[in-house]
Every structure is written in C-alpha cells, then in structure tokens.
C-alpha cells in the first residue's frame, strides 16, 4: 500500500460503482437514476491505495453536454484544498458521450451515470486513457479551462478521457507546475469509478518547457522530495501522482549542465567573445565533458559513453561523441529516406509553445506583454520579429549568424546535399545507397545549429533567462542555479558574491537552489549519478521528439535524457528530426495524430 499523507479530520469509505446498460444521448429522457456526489470529506480506496482529503469529487449531476463534438464536460474542478493561486489551481474534464448514460436536468446540466457496455476506438469506459496536455512554454503557468476546449475532441474522438490542468508558472518559482500537475493527477486518481477511465493509464505530452515539465512527471512519479509542496497546497494524499506515459517534444531538460552543454556542443559557432568570455566558455565545456564522464551513460550493447580530450575542439572525440556523431547521421539519412525528391524546403510557422492542440497560441496572435518563447527570448511577434523557430531555412534566431542557407526546390537529393556543403564539405553522400556521413559534430553545428543565445544560456549572468525566473522564489525575483557557473565565477568580482549567494538561499520548504534543481532534472531520478536514482515511480512508455537545429539547446540534451531512460529500462521512441527546429517536430503526418497512435500502441 502506498504511503497515506496525513489525515484531516473525519473521512467517509465511498464505495461507487457506477454502471449502465445502454448509452443515450443528451436529454433523450434517460432512466439513470440521479447520484449524489458526496461533498464530505471522504476516503476513496483503490487496490493498494487510499485517497486521503477533503476535496469533494466530481459531481455526477453537473455534466455539460457539447452535442456537435458528443462530449459531456466539466471545468473549474478544485484539485487541491489549499490552493496558492485559484486562479491557476483548477481542471477541465472532458469525456467521450458514448461512455455516458445521461440524463437532462432541464437546466442545461446533465446527470451522468458510467456506462461500460459502449466501446470507442476499441475502449470502454473502464480501459480509456487519460491524457493531460502541459502547455507551459518557458516553463510559463497555464491557464484552467473555463470553457469546453474545442481541442478536446481530437482526444476524445480517439477513445480517450481529456483533462486540462491549470498550473502555476515560473513566477511561482520551480517546483510550482509539476506540484500541481501532480496535484491533479491525484485528484483524477481519487475520482477513479466516478468517472470514467483507466486511471492507471495517464499520459502527459507538453513541447519545451511544456516537454520538460511531461518529463518531470514522467521521471518523479511518488517522489517523495515533492510531498512538502504537495502538502501546501492540500493536494490529495494516498494515492500515486505517477504517470503511465510521457511525450515530449523539444524538452528543455538538464538544467544543471545545460549552460555547459550549449557551450560544448555551440560554443565553437561564436566568434566575438572577449578573452575572458571565451575563457569561461572553454571551462564551461570542460566541465560537461567531466559530467558526461561520471554520468555512466552507456549505448545498446552495454559499451560506456564518454568523452576524452583532442586536437580539434574541446573533448571532441571519445564514444560518447561517436554515438552523438551517429545520431546526427541518422537524422540525415531518415530524412533522405523519408523524402520524394523534388523537394521544396518549407519554413514551418507552427504554433508557439505547446501547440494549437494543447491549447498554445498559433502563430497570428500576439502574446501578453512580458510573455517569453520556451528558450526565454523575447516570444514571437512581441515586436523583435523573432521567428517562431528555425528550421534551416536561412532566418537567424538572436545572435545567431552565418551557416546554410536551405531554401527554394532541390531536384535531387545531390542537389540538397550540395547545398549543404555549399560553404564547404561536412557531408558525404553515396548515391548508390542513398546514405550520408558528416566529417564532425562541430562543422554540423557550424552549418546547421548555430548559437542563439550568450554564455550562461539558462543561467544567464543578468538573470534574464525563463529558467533565472524559474529558480527564483514566487514573489517577482530571479535567482541564478548553475553550480559549476558559480564555481567558474567565484573570484569574479561582477558576478561572483551573487551567484554564491544564491547557491546559499533557502525556499519555504528549507530547499537549496540545488535541491530544487535536482527536482526539475529527469535525470536525478533516472540516473545512479545523482541521489534520486530510483527513487521514484517512472513511467514505462516515453515518445520524445525534437529538432536537430534548434539553437535553443545543446543537441545533448534529448539524446542524454533518451540515453537514461533507456538504460534505466524504460521503452523509448525517440528521433531527432532533420531540418525542424524548435517546434512539435516530426518526420511524418501531425503531432497530434503521431501522439494519439503512439498511445494505442502502448496500450493495445
């Protein structure tokens, strides 16, 4: 039995088990009995676990009813007893009709009573997945559905139950999103036999931040370093916050080196450091090269991973920059294999953040005031014309300059090459086979992935970045987190007292900078490097997904949390995908339709 939080005064053992024997459509007069959702506090039990709270669960007799989409809905649901920010601390339930007998309260509400008999897709109303988009780019807060969510349908037309969480954003201060989502998720788990699906069987997906924070729920499922922030905001106790599936596109992940992984992997694409900036880059990269050495990170067949020094560059060389020159190949060649030549390269305006079908903005609406896209920048059209993302098509993001430009239509796939290598040979073709092979990881990053960001490109030394907001402490401040930056900068007289001070500062749960690092890692929990090792619940089925190009982070950052999973036994679809940049990327059809799919062959 999982451990059971703290009991709040008297508690109630609902015992429901809601059934019918033919589905009805709204308002047809059906015979379903109206029930009565206790609003008590109550003690729901499951196999192994017991839901402990004084939350009421959903009421069955406030169903709104979508008839275009045949979908009964419900929003503004408090999932947690104290919230912190009611305006953010609710969610949205969306549920297919066909899994509904319904019955109409002539008031524009709905009473609602399970019915298993019915299958949608091939699921019933006891074996429907539950999937929670995370639409928070830049680790930005998300808002509670007020409304139906008229993307609710592609879900649920699929078989599946949609919940939509709000949750708080970097302003709160890290672990604020993931509290929540995990709140949730909770709450969700102590309605299970109220609604309908398989609570056993939730998947998040999210892009950037959004990604990042699916993998935190996908990595910390029961961790018990969440339970102090759990217990603030009154979230259900008892049951498990673990999820069955995580897909993430673009996940911003591995913050505690990520300053050093963009400065190993795009670094050497600057050109105008000063003597000291370049000093702090080469010490930056040096100091993944050692992380990516103790981390234990290991291929297919069991071989170690790692770095060791060399002429060229700085710890250019070693397996693990094999197996990272490796997967850029394959990039490649999927695309060459994937692709009908003629080929039109096509700048893709997709949607910002988590995507039209996560609720994120599409590309003709302009965001808040102070709003910031997933890498911390300035968002797309707030008045920089920065583009959505790059996706080798010429544009430049921020500092980034130089390197191809791929635009127009390519006859052959000798001709696309050939542009490739148009300032210079980094790839060789074989036409026989269709094949290709690129002479290093560095004319790659020259060509196709150049920096965007300065050095400090989460930490950033004037605490300008999302992730500087992330790591601050919910009331307005910034705070900088990088630990090896700190050591780098210790004697500087600019820099050095600040970030020492804040390696030093405490949140309200007593917690370092550091130890809430390690909570917004995926790899504290998936690899022995770190104390979290197997410390938590991880989800067996993960999707990732990103960009080759992006310039928002180092090309290390999806491959090592890939890497980690799957030494840690995880099953993992993972692909780099050649050409897309900072977006829901993928080689084929839609990311919506590719998310729905991969979820069906988790599970059947």
């Known amino acids: 039995m999982m451990k059971v939080g703290k009991q709040i005064g008297l508690f109630l053992v609902a015992a429901l088990i809601l059934s019918g024997c033919s589905n009805s459509a709204a308002g047809s007069g059906s015979s379903a009995a109206q029930t009565e959702t206790e609003t008590s506090q109550a003690e729901t039990e499951r196999v192994g676990e017991t839901a402990v709270t004084s939350l009421p669960q959903i009421d069955s007799t406030k169903w709104q009813y979508n008839s275009e989409d045949k979908v009964y809905w419900q929003t503004g649901i408090s999932y947690c007893e104290n919230p912190a920010d009611e305006n953010y601390e609710t969610l949205g339930i969306f549920i297919p009709a066909a899994y509904m007998n319904a019955k109409d309260n002539g008031d524009g509400t709905f009473t609602c009573k399970i019915n298993n008999q019915v299958a949608v897709k091939g699921y019933t109303a006891a074996s429907a997945p539950i999937v929670i988009p995370v639409n928070t780019p830049g680790y930005s807060a998300m808002e509670a559905p007020t409304d139906y969510v008229t993307d609710s349908v592609s879900y649920t037309s699929a078989g599946f139950i949609y919940v939509a969480a709000g949750c708080r954003g970097r302003d709160a201060g890290a672990p604020a999103g993931v509290t929540d989502l995990k709140a949730a998720i909770r709450y969700i788990r102590y309605n299970d036999g109220v609604i309908p699906g398989d609570v056993d069987r939730v998947f998040s997906f999210g892009m950037s931040g959004g990604g990042a924070q699916s993998a935190l729920l996908g990595a910390t499922g029961d961790s018990e370093d969440y339970e102090p922030y759990l217990t603030a905001i009154g979230a259900v106790s008892g049951v498990s916050d673990a999820v069955t599936g995580s897909m993430c596109w673009c996940p911003i992940t591995e913050l505690d080196y990520a300053d050093e992984a963009y400065e190993w992997n795009l670094g050497s694409t600057r050109t105008d450091l000063t003597e000291q900036e370049q000093t702090l880059s080469n010490g930056m990269a040096e100091a993944f090269a050692q992380y990516i050495n103790d981390l234990g990170l290991k291929d297919s067949s069991g071989n170690a991973l790692t770095l060791t020094e060399s002429e060229e560059g700085i710890y250019q060389s070693g397996t693990y920059y094999e197996y990272l020159k490796g997967v850029v190949e394959t990039s490649l060649n999927n695309f060459l294999e994937d692709t009908t030549f003629p080929y039109t390269v096509e700048t893709k305006k997709g949607p910002r953040g988590g995507g039209r079908d996560q609720g994120g903005q599409k590309p003709d609406e302009t965001p808040g005031r102070g709003d910031k896209a997933p890498n911390g920048d300035a968002a797309p059209d707030a008045g920089n014309g920065a583009p959505d993302f790059y996706a080798m098509d010429g ?140 410390k938590s619940t991880v989800a067996d089925h993960w999707r990732i997904r990103t960009g080759i190009a992006q310039s928002d982070t180092s090309l290390t950052t999806e491959v090592n949390l890939a890497l980690a999973l799957k030494n840690y036994g995880a099953d993992v679809d993972f692909a780099t995908i050649w050409g897309e940049g900072h977006t829901m990327a993928e080689s084929t059809g839609d990311s919506t339709t590719n998310f729905i799919e991969w979820v069906n062959k988790c599970l059947k």
């Open 395 to 534: 544009v430049d993001r921020n500092l980034s300059t130089g390197g191809v430009t791929l635009s127009g239509t390519y006859e052959t796939a000798q001709d696309y090459i050939d542009a490739l290598n148009a300032d210079g040979t980094w790839v060789n073709y074989d036409s026989a086979t269709n094949t290709a092979a690129i002479t290093s990881i560095a004319d790659f990053t020259s060509a196709c992935k150049r920096a965007s960001k300065e050095i400090g490109a989460f930490d950033a030394l004037d605490e300008s970045q999302a992730e500087n907001a992330l790591f601050g402490y919910g009331d307005g401040t910034t705070s900088h987190f990088d630990a090896t930056l700190a050591e780098l900068l210790k004697d500087d007289a600019t820099y050095g007292a600040t970030f020492a001070e804040a390696m030093e500062k405490t949140d309200s749960e007593g917690k370092t900078v550091t130890e809430r690092g390690n909570m917004y890692n995926p790899l504290y929990y998936l690899s022995g490097y770190y104390d979290g090792y197997q």
